[in-house]
């Protein structure tokens, strides 16, 4: 079982929208700081004008990143442990397989039960429905391969 990555989301950004995307967080973040040190006297009494500039900086921080390709949710499978990154914004979390206690495949997730920390659920959703089959295939191979209980549970109405 060789290392597999599978992106959650569409990851078909052309080099111009990445090349977009971090100009204008350069630009957000640029605006932002102008109005901080150039209206520093009206700053202190008007509390949106703050508001404001935490959004920029935020939003122009999360466009760099997302230029970059540092925001893109994946799962990657390994014969060691399953990386999995679902939100954009947080970290990847990592499954080693000591640490799973069962897997349940359902039709649109999958929900890995942790001996210590509860449950982790990766939901698929509708519109990537290609990455679907060969991502259960490759967490069953994994299960399989640590000798982890699964069970596949068909979602009937």
Not at 74 to 96: A, C, D, F, M, R
Not at 97 to 120: A, C, H, Y
Request: with cysteine; charged share 20%; hydrophobic share 45%.
């Amino acid at each position: 079982m060789g290392e597999k990555l599978f992106f959650l989301d569409q990851r078909n950004s052309s080099h111009v929208t990445k090349v977009f995307q971090i100009v204008l967080g350069v630009l957000c973040i640029g605006i932002a700081l102008y109005w901080m040190f150039f209206n520093i006297k009206s700053i202190q009494a008007d509390s949106t004008l703050w508001i404001t500039i935490a959004f920029l900086i935020f939003f122009g921080i999360y466009q760099i990143l997302a230029g970059t390709g540092k925001t893109q949710k994946y799962i990657e499978t390994g014969p060691e442990k399953i990386i999995l990154k679902q939100n954009s914004v947080l970290p990847p979390v990592t499954l080693k397989p000591v640490e799973i206690d069962n897997i349940d495949i359902f039709s649109l997730s999958i929900i890995f039960t942790m001996k210590r920390s509860g449950k982790i659920k990766l939901r698929f959703g509708l519109t990537y429905t290609d990455i679907i089959q060969p991502v259960k295939d490759e967490i069953v191979q994994f299960a399989e391969l640590h000798n982890i209980p699964f069970e596949e549970i068909s979602d009937e109405l």
